[in-house]
Each structure stands twice: as C-alpha cells, then as structure tokens.
T-cell receptor
Framework: DAGVIQSPRHEVTEMGQEVTLRCKPI?????LFWYRQTMMRGLELLIY????????DSGMPEDRFSAKMPNASFSTLKIQPSEPRDSAVYFC?????????????????FGAGSRLTVL | AQSVTQLGSHVSVSEGALVLLRCNYS??????LFWYVQYPNQGLQLLLK??????LVKGINGFEAEFKKSETSFHLTKPSAHMSDAAEYFC???????????FGAGTRLFVKA
C-alpha cells in the first residue's frame, strides 16, 4: 500500500480564496482523521469520520471549514474563505477500528501533510 | 477528559548519550499510550504503543517506554542516541472504545556530534 496520500503538498494562496485539501486513506481503513499542526497550538484534531460518516467535528474552528468523505477512498477539507491565521500543516490520518488488526489500539497512519500558506 | 503533557519542548543530547523524553498523561479511564516521531517535512510515524500487559514497551530504532500507572507517566528512552534520531517526538493518549487520539505538544530532540 502507498500509505495515506495527501495533495497538494504545498499551497500558497491569498486571503479570501477557497482552499481544498485532499486525502486518500489506506485501503481497508475505516476511520479517517483531519489534524492541523501549528507552532502555537500543536496538533489539533479537526474532524473524524467512520465509514465515511462524520462522527465528531467539534474541532473544526469555524464555519469556514468543512470536510467531506464521499467514499471510502477520498476525503476533502475545504476552507472558504481562507484567512492568514489558517496557515498551518494539515494532516490526514487513517486507522482500522479498534480491536481489529492493531491489538486493540487505534494506531494512526499519517499522510505527509499539506502545508498551507495564506497571504 | 484526557490530556498529555510533555516536559521540555527541546532536548539536546550528545551522540551516544542516553535519550530521555518525558510524558505524563491524565485519563479517567485506562489509557492507551503512544509515542510518534516526526521527521522534517513528513507525517507522524508510530514509534511504540502501550495497550495492556507488559508495562515496558519496545519500539522501533531501539526506543522503549515504560508505563507507570502510579506516576501517570510514559517516558521514552533510548540508551545511545544516534544522529538519525534528531526529530520531533509526540506522546499521545487514547482509550479503549475511544477514537480520538490526543497529542502532546511535542519535544524536539537535537543530537550533537
């Protein structure tokens, strides 16, 4: 398996523009997570899905952020409109449901991240 | 509620010296504990995990960690540092039946020649 694949790896945009980040999880994984990493706040969980259904979006900062998972092999995180404070590295991670294949622990496999810079 | 505290945002050791990265957790239920490593411009990779059973857990690259319930700690150690160990290390906690993983702030390890 190629692992969790994220695109784009780097995105530079201007304030007010729409940004779409993409993620392809590992085949067979039934959980997908979106994290944001900044120097000030560290790693923050934004939202996670189980079997393509959003379970907890309490970490999504505000209505400008939205995430979808139309099928088991694809998810998007959209920011509209973008602001300079959204600049961060956004990680997607996937995992198997606990108790299957991972000795009962929810082990995350991360993508390489998408570095977003909003000017 | 769960939380993780990593003591020291930066740790510097000489090559060949002991590596000790500290992690304390707070959890109202029996925790699952993890250490992840992040190399520059990469995503996080699992180093080791504790679920149940033996409290001394061995991971990749010679790292190990010991779960101490009485101290609510899960410190990461390696007997002899190598230059390639320079990276950022994250302690994390979750629990059985829970799907959120909470990460600590991270500790950046520097290895001096």
């Amino acid at each position: 398996d190629a692992g969790v694949i994220q695109s784009p790896r780097h995105e530079v945009t201007e304030m007010g523009q729409e940004v779409t980040l993409r993620c392809k999880p590992i085949s067979g994984h039934d959980y997908l997570f979106w994290y944001r990493q900044t120097m000030m706040r560290g790693l923050e969980l934004l939202i996670y899905f189980n079997n393509n259904v959003p379970i907890d979006d309490s970490g999504m900062p505000e209505d400008r952020f939205s995430a979808k998972m139309p099928n088991a092999s694809f998810s998007t995180l959209k920011i509209q409109p973008s602001e300079p404070r959204d600049s961060a590295v956004y990680f997607c991670a996937s995992s198997l449901m606990m108790g299957r294949g991972t000795s009962g622990a929810n082990v995350l496999t991360f993508g390489a991240g998408s570095r977003l810079t909003v000017l | 509620a769960q939380s993780v505290t990593q003591l020291g945002s930066h740790v510097s050791v000489s090559e060949g010296a002991l590596v000790l990265l500290r992690c304390n957790y707070s959890s109202s239920v029996p925790p699952y504990l993890f250490w992840y490593v992040q190399y520059p411009n990469q995503g996080l990779q699992l180093l080791l995990k504790y679920t149940t059973g033996a409290t001394l857990v061995k991971g990749i690259n010679g790292f190990e960690a010991e779960f101490k319930k009485s101290e609510t700690s899960f410190h990461l150690t390696k007997p002899s540092a190598h230059m390639s160990d320079a990276a950022e290390y994250f302690c994390a906690v979750s629990y059985t039946g829970g799907f959120k993983t909470i990460f600590g702030a991270g500790t950046r390890l520097f290895v001096k020649a």
